[in-house]
């Protein structure tokens, strides 16, 4: 009764139009009522204690890392290194969007502001070359996913802050199958891009590609400042994300300087409006999440999946199945908000690692980033693109299904996580 309370209580206000947030807020309140528990102040509580987290910090940071590598000229001189390197190979524009995705979710761990980038950037040169419109654009929202996934992640941040997991630990395991994901959309774009007509770009000189390295250098060094630090525990995920917000605007304003004194508000602004749209869910999801541990819902949920209680595998392609299932609706980061701590206590029961799930998580989650009618990264796409939502998602789907496998294979050989996650890890 408690599960089908809560589940009603978050579903209809949503259908009705009503805020996520705030229809977080009304399922924890119906909760409360139904268990005669109901106090404003507890809800107040819940509220100003959900954003009071010190990991959270790293949040505004990373956005504000993301903002100016865009703004700051980092992200153009990646894909221009990666444009010299493989642009002028068959289908070479495909793959210069998958190189750059890669290296530029080391940078801001965010999908919206990868294909935001990619899309301006890269999209007309496809089209431009002979590319499929729609076939370009399902290419580089797939790509773009690959964001939340390489840290360092918001995603692997608000898992790990919700679940009590070490962030640390989830940045570490995420970069072996963020990069498979990368390896799958090579291949699939290899099949699909391989009777398309193009115009090449003609083939780079060594002394070109040497100035795009030199020029993108002090972009690249921040990934590996990133996880070297990391790794050797100079510093936290937290303090991660000031090093990376405090280099980036290093790089941008002082030796590209591309980003004038003058911008610095713009940007600043740009970041905190992602950040508090973000820090207002986690606020609020605080209320739900408090109220679903008092309220037992994990133990219902054990209830109805008990068959499949001894058989971690089948456990994980049900809960996957799920996850895939309410991505269609709802956007990441409510879903992780939401499903984090109803899911973490079942898990753990099944004796199933946290890391290696969160890892499965938070792909499932990116990946629903692509799913129609809500995939965020697809409606950027959209707009940068002019296509149709019915265009673009015929042209993600080969990509889509791409990232399906992966996700599938990790959940049937653990290994493909768990063994790069102890080598990164030690």
Known sequence: MTLTIFLGALLGPMALGVPIAFALILSGIALMLFMGLFDAQIVAQNVLNGADSFPLMAVPFF?????????????????????????????????????????????????????????????????????????????????????????????FILYGVVGGVSITKLFLAGIVPGLMIGMALCLTWLLVARKEKLVLPPRESGAVRLKALKESLWALMLPVIILVGLKFGVFTPTEAGVV?????????????????????????????????????????????????????????????????MDNQTLLLLAIMAIVIVVGTAMDMTPTILIMTPVLMPVIKQAGIDPVYFGVLFIINNSIGLITPPVGTVLNVICGVSKLSLGDLTKGVMPFLIAEVIVLFLLVLFPQLVTAPAAFFGH
């Open 63 to 155: 956005m504000l890392a993301g903002e100016v590598m865009n703004t700051g000229g980092l992200s153009r001189r990646i894909i221009n290194l990666a444009m010299v390197m493989v642009g002028h190979v068959r289908g070479g524009l495909g793959f210069v969007a998958i190189f750059a995705a890669c290296i530029m979710a080391s940078l801001s761990g965010s999908a919206v502001a990868d294909a935001a980038a990619l899309g301006a950037l890269l999209l007309p040169m496809m089209l431009k070359s002979g590319h499929d419109p729609a076939r370009a654009g399902g290419l580089i929202a797939s790509a773009s996913i690959i964001g939340p996934i390489i840290p360092p992640s918001i995603g």
């Open 244 to 308: 990376a917000a405090v280099y980036s605007l290093f790089v941008a304003m002082v030796v590209y300087r591309e980003l004038p004194v003058s911008r610095l508000f713009e940007v600043f602004v740009a970041a905190a409006k992602i950040t508090a749209v973000v820090m207002f869910l986690v606020a609020c999801a605080s209320v739900s999440a408090w109220l679903i541990t008092v309220a037992d819902v994990p133990g219902a949920l054990v209830d109805l999946i008990e068959p499949l």
